[in-house]
């Protein structure tokens, strides 16, 4: 990733927030609304960064061409544009789902204990 000044992480009341660290002084960049009925209500237990290469052509900008993955225990995995974090891109919500990792062409989700049981494909993250 060509934006290595940003950390993006997720916290116990289900914020995710992007600091910049090149920044002076308040390094926050983002953060997710907590008001907002498209949000995590339990802690997050994961994030990732997720390359696009559509919003590459749309922004012409690598810093826009990244979004922002999040799952959370309340079995909600969320897209964010790291930029505009008041509402995310795309969303679904599976019970029990724990932790996910990063493929080239999907988001694999699974349950503690349990082999990888669902997927998303990139289409769905790329088209919203």
């Known amino acids: 990733m060509s934006m290595q000044c940003l950390i993006a992480g997720g916290t116990f009341n289900g914020e995710v927030v992007v600091w910049d660290l090149s920044r002076d002084g308040d390094a926050q960049a983002a953060k997710?609304?907590?008001?907002?009925?498209a949000r995590h209500r339990e802690p997050?237990?994961?994030?990732?960064?997720?390359y696009s290469g559509s919003d590459m052509r749309r922004h012409g900008s690598q810093a826009?061409?990244?979004r922002l993955a999040?799952?959370?225990?309340?079995?909600?995995?969320?897209v964010w544009l790291w930029n505009k974090m008041e509402?995310?891109?795309y969303g679904c919500v599976k019970g029990?789902?724990?932790v996910f990792?990063?493929?080239?062409t999907a988001l694999i989700v699974r349950s503690d204990g349990a082999a990888a049981d669902w997927c998303?494909?990139?289409?769905l993250i790329e088209n919203n």
């Not at 990792?101 to 080239?104: A, R, T």
């Open 32 to 37: 997710s609304y907590t008001l907002s009925d």
């Open 44 to 50: 997050i237990s994961a994030v990732t960064w997720l």
């Open 64 to 66: 826009l061409a990244y």
């Open 70 to 78: 999040s799952l959370g225990r309340d079995g909600r995995l969320l």
């Open 87 to 89: 509402n995310p891109v």
């Open 96 to 98: 029990g789902y724990v």
């Open 101 to 104: 990792s990063w493929h080239p």
């Open 120 to 123: 998303t494909p990139l289409g």
